[in-house]
């Protein structure tokens, strides 16, 4: 922790009582409401420009739709470009000079759907609900952001405040190295004090997110002996590695389930004669005969767990687990890197306490925690490490992310920003 009197002052904010909006907080709401046309018809075209994470003029198009937008309200803003992690880049926005905590506003530009996806447009089907590509992931917390700021800037509120805003490029589909794909989050989280996510969480606006599991790829690489099938068992020709890869998967299934919040699962075998595996493209080939011993065995899955401590826990049992081979197998597991956990902490907790309290105050009713088994991994747990407190989840309600169902409750839009915009203002207020 940086700060532990700021911790302690907010955590106490927890329990102030607001039985009313203030006159300042009243007028930023008032103007969210006015404004609220305009930033539907912000949503809708940006919905409207493909940004699937790999077509990098689409992502870079969708910053400099947004870019101007930033700089009308004193931010300096830019497009940091990302050839070096092989991904278009992220839009950075800057408003230093202010009193307060230091605050890390998070969202993303890309979204699943690539150019070649048969959804590709904003679609109104009712008064309250409307469909699109990134309309709820994320591109609504985008522009929840925004409406929040504006209605700071609106009230005379936003110029002393300090501000930065990072919207990646690559949420969806990381660049790598991680080190350089996120490094303009994890720049923005050791300057910062307090971060906050606005993916869209399990899409329930009485939820956020205080915790997110981390999510580390492996791959389990397992050798035999070839052999013609009925040599199989023999002292010379042992197991083989399908045997072997099978062993290693159940012993995983059965020995690490009793750890709670964790997740482990394989999704990808590879087994036979000859084996190739190309990473890039998540596929394979196998060759291999039923009266063949196979030779090779490849295994890829992923581990999500809910803090760093638990991952290197359960990265010592699994490599405990692949060493105990079958006669004549060689096994070697290898961790990947990935995303880190944020993990449930008091200072987490105390900023979603502030939060419901805004909520509530707006009369939208209490916001409680995301059970972590219902959240993804997301950019937020990039700042885990080095802010006093983070929550996620502040986006805009919809269902169905990541399929061609993709919908956005087009209500949650102004009702988000308002919350938004309370809370930055009452964590400005502790100077």
């Known amino acids: 922790m940086k700060k532990s009197a700021l911790l302690l002052g907010l955590s106490l904010l927890t329990h102030q009582a607001f039985a009313a909006l203030t006159e300042k907080e009243q007028a930023m709401v008032d103007y969210i409401n006015q404004s609220n046309p305009k930033a539907l018809t912000l949503l809708e075209d940006l919905v409207n420009i493909n940004s699937g994470t790999m077509n990098f003029a689409g992502v870079e198009k969708v910053a400099n739709t947004l870019i101007p937008e930033f700089k009308a309200l004193g931010f300096d803003a830019r497009f940091e470009e990302g050839s070096a992690f092989n991904r278009a880049g992220h839009l950075v926005a800057e408003l230093h000079g202010g009193t307060g905590p230091k605050l890390l506003l998070i969202g993303h530009l890309d979204t699943v759907f690539e150019p070649e996806s048969p959804f590709q447009t904003f679609e109104k089907i009712s008064d309250t609900v409307a469909k699109g590509p990134g309309i709820a992931d994320m591109k609504g917390g985008d522009v929840i952001i925004l409406q929040a700021l504006r209605a700071l800037d609106a009230t005379g509120e936003l110029k002393d405040m300090n501000i930065m805003v990072v919207m990646t490029g690559d949420e969806e589909l990381s660049g790598r190295p991680l080190a350089l794909s996120k490094k303009a989050l994890t720049d923005g989280a050791k300057w910062a004090d307090i971060a906050l996510g606005f993916e869209n969480g399990d899409g329930n606006p009485a939820t956020a997110n205080v915790s997110r599991r981390g999510s580390v790829d492996w791959t389990l690489t397992v050798k035999g002996v070839p052999s013609h099938s009925s040599q199989i068992f023999k002292d010379s020709v ?69 803090s760093e401590k638990q991952l290197t826990r359960v990265k010592q049992k699994m490599s405990k687990i692949v060493a105990d081979s079958l006669p004549q197998t060689q096994s070697h597991i290898e961790f990947g890197e990935g995303y880190p956990a944020l993990a449930p902490t008091a200072g987490n907790k105390a900023l979603l306490g502030i939060y419901s309290t805004v909520s509530e105050d707006l009369g939208q009713g209490a916001v409680g925690a995301v059970n972590p088994l219902n959240a993804g991994a997301a950019d937020v747990s990039f700042t885990s490490q080095y802010v006093d407190m983070a929550i996620d989840g502040l986006g805009m309600s919809g269902a169905g992310a990541h399929t061609v169902k993709e919908t956005g409750i087009l209500n949650a839009l102004p009702a988000q920003s308002k919350r938004a915009a309370v809370l930055l203002y009452r964590l400005k207020r502790q100077d």
């Open 238 to 306: 042992g197991a083989g590695s399908i045997y072997e890869a099978s062993r290693i998967l159940t012993t995983f299934y059965s020995e690490l389930r009793s750890e709670e919040l964790l997740t482990y699962n394989p999704g990808r075998i590879m087994g036979g004669t000859d084996v190739t595996h190309d990473k890039k493209s998540n596929s394979g080939t196998t060759f291999g005969k039923n009266n063949v011993v196979a030779e090779t065995t490849i295994v890829t899955g992923d581990i999500r767990a809910i």
